[in-house]
């Protein structure tokens, strides 16, 4: 049991840098080029 705790709080720490890593990427995006951000955002959602 307590290797699967420790993976799941791995993951969830994995999890909550990747989603801030990404929207630090959106924001970097979207100041950039406004116009193609939705496009962006699609293909990130895809490749997960």
Do not use: C, F, L, Y
């Not at 993976?7 to 990747?18: F, G, L, N, R, Y």
């Not at 630090?24 to 100041?31: G, I, N, Q, S, V």
Request: aromatic fraction near 2%; glycine fraction near 0%.
């Amino acid at each position: 049991m307590q290797i699967i705790r420790e993976t799941a709080t791995h993951i969830q720490k994995w999890d909550s840098e990747s989603k801030r890593v990404v929207m630090e990427r959106k924001e970097e995006m979207a100041e950039k080029k406004p116009a193609q951000n939705k496009a962006t955002t699609k293909s990130k959602v895809a490749d997960k």
